[in-house]
């Protein structure tokens, strides 16, 4: 049975600086792209950040990005997402997903989901 479980968020001021980690178990996923994605309180899902396995190639939201940054470790097999620069609509549970083939910001092409962190931002 494949798990993604997340860890890390919490409550942090703007500003501030929190890192996610997913870790997964059942399979590697070693030639499939990983991602997180968000949800806002009375928002969809929405793309965040995602990554190649060979932890070269990335893709970020306009919103996130040069304050967000995914890694990797295969030996692990895990995906972190480093979180700098935090405002309060970033304010969501967020989401690991894992098994695209691809970099993709479609949540449909993830095959396995994690049951989310949430990540509260202050003003």
């Known amino acids: 049975q494949v798990q993604l479980v997340e860890s890390g968020g919490g409550l942090v001021q703007a500003g501030g600086s929190l890192r996610l980690s997913c870790a997964a178990s059942?399979?590697?996923?070693?030639?499939?792209?990983m991602a997180w994605f968000r949800q806002a309180p009375g928002k969809e899902r929405e793309f965040v950040a995602t990554m190649l396995s060979n932890s070269r190639s990335a893709y970020y939201s306009d919103s996130v990005k040069g304050r967000f940054t995914i890694s990797r470790e295969k030996a692990k097999n895990t995906v972190d997402l480093q979180m700098n620069s935090l405002k309060p609509e970033d304010t969501a549970v967020y989401y690991c997903?894992?098994?695209?083939?691809?970099?993709?910001?479609?949540?449909?092409?993830?095959?396995?989901w994690g049951q989310g962190t949430q990540v509260t931002v202050s003003s």
């Open positions: 059942g399979r590697t996923f070693s030639s499939a792209a």
């Open positions: 997903a894992a098994g695209a083939l691809y970099l993709s910001v479609a949540e449909s092409n993830y095959n396995y």
